[in-house]
């Protein structure tokens, strides 16, 4: 199970921490993914993280804005989204696939309820 939470509304520029708590014993063995589907659109790859956190991956969009990371010990993986900018505006869920990172949603077997997060410009 996936829990996330700290999704709000912001000013353009400004920033946000979302993390996503999982429940089980096995997380430390999942690559963790956060997509992003805003109103009318399909929903989008943002980044992902390996299960020992050594690589990390990032949409084109995001990259240099968005930190993602993860903590084992606390069955955690977190997105830091700096410099927010409205176009940014969506449902942000956090997704876990066993071993390996993938960009591409459908590959992820657990999801989160999601998290709005609203950036005004």
């Known amino acids: 199970q996936l829990v996330e939470s700290g999704g709000g509304l912001v000013q353009a520029g400004g920033s946000l921490r979302l993390s996503c708590a999982a429940s089980?014993?096995?997380?430390?063995?999942?690559?963790m993914g956060w997509f992003r589907q805003a109103p009318g659109k399909e929903r989008e790859f943002v980044a992902a993280?390996?299960?020992?956190?050594?690589?990390?991956y990032y949409a084109d969009s995001v990259k240099g804005r968005f930190t993602i990371s993860r903590d084992n010990a606390k069955n955690t993986v977190y997105l830091q989204m700096n410099s927010l900018k409205p176009e940014d505006t969506a449902v942000y869920s956090c997704?876990?696939?066993?071993?390996?990172?993938?960009?591409?949603?459908?590959?992820?077997?657990?999801w989160g309820q999601g998290t709005q997060v609203t950036v005004s410009s």
């Open positions: 993280i390996s299960w020992k956190g050594e690589r990390l």
């Open positions: 997704a876990g696939r066993l071993l390996t990172y993938s960009n591409r949603w459908v590959d992820y077997a657990y």
């Open positions: 089980g014993r096995t997380f430390s063995s999942y690559a």
